[in-house]
């Protein structure tokens, strides 16, 4: 299983992981990246049909805020795996 997150503090709005992955990954008032598959929690299994855009989204981010986990779901936290 696949999880993802998006690391929001380090985020800079750059548009890439919605172009990647748009069913994933939608943006919030001022641009920042969440994920919308559970409220940016990564407690929600990506859905085998979309772990490659969220691969995408992931080796696109240019400040590597795009998280993902296959040991298991984030629990909110960006840096649990870090
Ligand atoms: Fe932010 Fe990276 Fe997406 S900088 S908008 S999380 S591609």
């Known amino acids: 299983a696949l999880f993802t997150i998006v690391e929001q ?3 800079i709005a750059c548009g890439a ?3 990647n992955a748009p069913e994933v ?3 919030d008032d001022e641009g920042l990246a969440f ?3 559970d409220g940016n929690k990564g407690i929600a299994e990506v859905a085998e049909e ?3 855009e969220v ?3 992931y080796y696109g981010c240019p400040t590597d805020s795009i ?3 296959e040991f298991g779901p984030f629990n909110g936290d960006p840096q649990k795996f870090a």
Request: aromatic share 10%; net charge negative; proline share 0%.
């Open 35 to 37: 994920s919308l598959l």
């Open 17 to 19: 992981c919605g172009m």
């Open 25 to 27: 990954f939608d943006y």
């Open 9 to 11: 503090e380090t985020c």
């Open 55 to 57: 691969m995408e989204a």
């Open 67 to 69: 998280k993902i986990s």
């Open 50 to 52: 979309l772990e490659d």
